[in-house]
């Protein structure tokens, strides 16, 4: 299943923009994700959102900004960003991501982020 | 605490050899899924398997092969007749139930298949 779509693929921006990520899900799933994807780094899991509603925020900084309207969208809104979040960030989706439930992840194709 | 070791940072075969990539991981759970998947030069990770800690019988897909063994903590995946197109990361990872969303991903083995 590829029902997960982000746009843009890649996103160049100065310190001082500010841009948004789009995440779509075609699946009719309840959960979304936003992963980072660093060079050499495990993904990093940086929220989560179940039924439009934010269960983790997994210390990122306040300069990462999610916004789940309904179940389908998610977006990362990016303001004032350093050049070490340059990375690939990757959108999921699962059926529900509540407690005792272990739904497979589908990934989106990621936005590629530099931060010049 | 959790953890997924992929030892295996890059492999390079020929097409057609088999090639196998290692995953071990860490969890005091009794209960827990495992994972693969890959991921092409394109970017998105594509799901390959789930297996829960329950069901220990190998499965096979094609040419790809799955062997969890709970004794010594591995997760290996192994392809058949491997292809050029097989070329991509692939990346173990773990979760656990009691862990409500998260997955715990390894760093990736880069599997690159010459002609």
């Known amino acids: 299943e590829t029902g997960v779509t982000q746009t843009p693929r890649h996103l160049v921006m100065g310190m001082t923009n500010k841009k948004s990520l789009k995440c779509e899900q075609h699946?009719?799933?309840?959960?979304m994700y936003w992963y980072k994807q660093s060079a050499k780094k495990p993904l990093e899991l940086m929220f989560v959102?179940?039924?439009?509603?934010?269960?983790e925020n997994n210390s990122v900084p306040s300069r990462f900004s999610p916004e789940c309207p309904n179940s389908s969208h998610l977006f990362l809104h990016l303001h004032t960003l350093q050049p070490e979040d340059s990375a690939l960030y990757l959108c999921a989706s699962s059926q529900d991501g509540g407690l005792d439930s272990t739904d497979t992840q589908y990934f989106g194709p990621g936005t590629r982020l530099t931060v010049l | 605490a959790q953890k997924v070791t992929q030892a295996q940072t890059e492999i390079s075969v020929v097409e057609k050899e088999d090639v196998t990539l290692d995953c071990v991981y860490e969890t005091r759970d009794t209960t827990y899924y495992l994972f693969w998947y890959k991921q092409p030069p394109s970017g998105e990770l594509v799901f390959l398997i789930r297996r829960n800690s329950f069901d220990e019988q190998n499965e096979i897909s094609g040419r790809y092969s799955w062997n969890f063994q709970k004794s010594t903590s591995s997760f290996n995946f192994t392809i058949t007749a491997s292809q050029v197109v097989d070329s991509a990361v692939y990346f173990c990872a773990l979760s656990e139930p009691d862990n409500t969303d998260k997955l715990i991903f390894g760093t990736g083995t880069r599997l690159q298949v010459f002609p």
């Open positions: 699946l009719g799933h309840n959960a």
């Open positions: 959102y179940n039924f439009k509603e934010q269960t």
